[in-house]
């Protein structure tokens, strides 16, 4: 199994509501990661967690809560958002092989498109 | 800080060879290479990944010259389904993190 899943697809939420992403993998992968992509701009990295722990925020706002229950599971949750805000957000996993770039290819997910009204 | 340059957009014919050159002037001596192929609305896709000289898999070619401050994606036989963007990444800071540059979309035309 290669996949990486998202759910939902589709996000339609409003500045006040609180919802989650969530990712999932199988692979084995104890690297996973968040991205943010708006329209025609390449994806921006906002956490990384390696081994269930948060290595990486990039300076993201608070309103923007990471999470990572196991080992197989990434969650990303939302509350009081921006409608700029609004994006594709790609979640990803390889292994972290502490070599620089060397052999972790990162697997992503098909992204959830979320609008905030 | 590492950093990335590319060309923003590239055309070419089915059937041709396809070359997209990235600049990496900063590249760390222990960094890897990565290449990543995205579609609209999807996410990235790994091509290929390579340290020096020549790297291919079933689907690319990346070559990397002795200095190492770029790099050269090489496309063979090219068709319409390879329209995409293609991104070049080097690990970036001392966390090694990859970093994704405004990518090459290239238009492959019939």
């Known amino acids: 199994d290669t996949e990486v899943t998202q759910t939902p697809k589709h996000l339609v939420m409003g500045m006040t509501n609180k919802k989650s992403l969530k990712c999932e993998q199988h692979?084995?992968?104890?690297?996973m990661y968040w991205y943010k992509q708006k329209a025609k701009k390449p994806p921006e990295l906002m956490f990384v967690y390696s081994y269930e722990k948060l290595s990486i925020n990039e300076s993201v706002p608070s309103r923007f809560s990471p999470e990572c229950p196991n080992s197989s599971l990434l969650n990303l949750h939302l509350h009081a958002l921006q409608p700029e805000d609004s994006a594709l957000y790609l979640c990803?996993?390889?292994?972290?092989?502490?070599?620089?770039?060397?052999?972790?290819?990162?697997?992503f997910g098909p992204g959830t498109r979320l609008t905030v009204l | 800080l590492a950093k990335t340059t590319q060309p923003i957009s590239m055309d070419s014919y089915e059937g041709q060879e396809v070359n997209i050159t990235c600049s990496h002037n900063n590249i760390a001596t222990n960094d890897y290479i990565t290449w990543y192929q995205q579609f609209p609305s999807q996410g990235p896709r790994f091509i290929i990944q390579?340290?020096?000289t020549k790297v291919t898999n079933e689907v690319a070619s990346l070559f990397i010259p002795a200095d190492r401050k770029s790099s050269t994606l090489s496309l063979p036989r090219v068709s319409l389904s390879d329209t995409a963007v293609y991104y070049c990444l080097v690990p970036s800071g001392n966390t090694g993190k990859l970093i994704f540059g405004q990518g090459t979309t290239l238009q492959v035309k019939p």
């Open positions: 390579g340290y020096k």
């Open positions: 990803a996993s390889s292994n972290p092989t502490g070599t620089r770039g060397g052999g972790n290819e990162q697997f």
């Open positions: 692979m084995g992968h104890r690297a």
